[in-house]
């Protein structure tokens, strides 16, 4: 059961565990059908790599990074202003406050408003809580992400503030990918590890004598 890191992309088997794997080989059969180790036809690898990278591109819009309270400030405080009020449909509502917090919204809460747009509806669910929590001030409003119709401290933990607590808001520059990336890399490594376990696909089993 030795694992051998001499020639990786060979096998990482000891001859005696690469010895024992052809044994069992040439003494089973499964399904009526013979053991070939035959290497994965390259199409297979390439049709492999398509895929997660058509998963990733087709799943895009439901990734990136979370809304948070601070980037609907500026909508809450727009709502109850008179030229707000003086417009009845909520669409149209809805699409003034957008125009006049998209102007005054710095690069980053641009980016978030234009990933995730918000009814009137959603607006009139999360002002309350909006209100509820800078008036309580226990955490700044980018700590709070916006998760349906409630607010809710996010569970990240970054750099160390001057009084000892810690960053509890979304990297800038983590746009939603890397536990993605993660998986997806952990997922091929594990693949062929356990797949360079088995012999090398040059060593190919007598199957002259398997019952």
Sequence with gaps: MAIKFDQPFYSLSDETEQNRIIELWEAEKHGGLWEGNNRLPFPMVIL?????????????????????????????????????????DPEAKMAKIHEIAYQRADGRVKASLERHPITWDDLLNLAPHIKEAQAAGQYPLDYLTVLGDRLVLANF???????????????????????????????????????????????????????
């Excluded at 819009?61 to 030229?83: C, K, S, Y």
């Excluded at 979304?170 to 990336?181: F, R």
């Design 48 to 88: 492999c790599g398509l895929i997660i990278v058509t998963a990733f591109l087709v799943t895009m819009p439901i990734w990136g990074q979370r809304p948070n309270a601070h980037d609907f400030v500026e909508h809450v405080a727009l709502m109850d202003t008179p030229e707000i009020q003086a417009i009845a």
């Design 157 to 211: 933990e970054g750099n160390w503030n001057p009084d000892g607590s810690r960053e509890r808001k979304q990297p800038w520059w983590d746009s939603g990918y890397l536990i993605d990336v993660f998986y997806v890399a952990y997922f091929i490594i594990f693949t062929v590890f356990v797949c360079k376990r088995l012999p090398h696909f040059s060593r190919k089993p007598d199957m002259s004598n398997a019952k």
